[in-house]
């Protein structure tokens, strides 16, 4: 195997040394402070070995990779059910698109797009209390990544609610279809808050090893669920641009727009990487390009 601590010290380099950023986040206000000249990506292997480079420490908001993890846990209480509440094609659309939802009579395309991820979390809270559904998402991260050092910026929610107008709208038009069990505000503010989790980049990496088949780890989904979120994060994980990212990258992975990116080598590797600035996609730049190095080196492909 090429040396993988050697070729993440030269993506690190590699990528501080091109002056271009991309743009950070502007909609969610708390989001926009955070300084663009970041970078970090951190790799874990099946058998556990943990390699980085970068800014690997520094807590990040998790933003939609969360949707991978209340994915599983919304699979893990309702099953194929959910099925008939949210598709699972790829959009073509931006994240949080409202045109699709009314022309498809509020179905959402896939349960990565914002409308499907807050139809997933509706259904992780149905039958209780948002901070009961809440500390079931926020333990399933400590678990997956080994670690009780995982928690909510409650700032960055409270200033996702109070900018969310694309959120609500997409939450009210859910409910028109009669697509929502719980309370409009109930069920985004269990989505804001789970998307305000922040992790290090090192942390996201430990807790993608769920999905990595890697054989000592406590199972927290069954190996078929596992194919089939790799399946999800392939096609759908980075919306309107999930083909350009399988073009240039060949490995399913699932974007935030605080910058961070998850991929999977299945049965190989968990890999995390963040840098705060966005391509036109609302992806991260300099990650999705690290990645896509990363992989050519690595000679890493599902394909
Ligand atoms: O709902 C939103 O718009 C955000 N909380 C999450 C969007 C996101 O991370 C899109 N990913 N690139």
Redesign the pocket.
């Known amino acids: 195997m090429p040396d993988l601590a050697q070729i993440l010290n030269r993506l690190d380099r590699e990528m501080r040394a091109d002056g271009d950023w991309g743009e950070v ?1 502007a ?2 206000p708390e989001l926009a402070r955070v300084p663009k000249d970041r970078f970090a990506i951190a790799v874990v292997t099946a058998d556990g070995s943990l390699y980085r480079a970068g800014d690997a420490d520094e807590p990040f908001s998790v ?3 969360t ?1 991978v993890f209340t994915l599983a846990i919304a699979l893990g209480r309702s099953g194929d059910q959910l099925w008939h509440r949210v598709g699972r094609e790829p959009s073509g659309r931006a ?2 698109s409202i045109v699709q939802l009314e022309q498809e009579n509020g179905r959402p395309r896939n349960p ?1 797009i ?1 409308a499907g ?2 139809v997933v979390t509706d259904e992780v809270l149905s039958g209780r209390e948002p901070r009961e559904a809440l500390a079931e998402i926020v333990q399933f991260l400590k678990t997956a990544c080994g670690s009780d050092d995982v928690y909510i910026n409650n700032a960055v929610a409270a200033s ?1 609610t109070a900018h ?1 107008h ?2 609500f709208a997409l939450a009210h038009f859910l409910a028109s279809f009669d697509n929502l069990l719980n309370p409009p505000d109930l069920t985004l503010g269990t ?2 808050h789970h ?2 989790l922040e992790m290090s980049t090192v942390q996201l990496a430990r807790a993608g090893r769920f999905l990595v088949n890697a054989p000592d780890l406590p199972r927290l989904i069954s190996a078929t669920r596992v194919r089939r979120l790799n399946a999800l994060m392939m096609t759908c994980g ?2 309107d641009g999930s083909g350009d990212f399988a073009y240039r990258v060949g490995i399913p992975g699932k ?4 910058g961070g990116i998850l991929a999977i080598v299945p049965n190989v590797a968990s890999i995390a990487v963040w840098s705060p600035g ?1 391509n036109r ?4 730049a300099k990650g999705t390009e690290a990645l896509a190095r990363l992989t050519r080196l690595m000679d890493w492909s599902v394909f």
């Open positions: 986040a909609y969610i933003q939609s990779i949707k994240f949080n990565f914002n991820a807050i996702e969310g694309r959120n989505y804001f998307c305000a980075h919306y974007s935030g727009v605080g966005l996609y609302g992806n991260s």
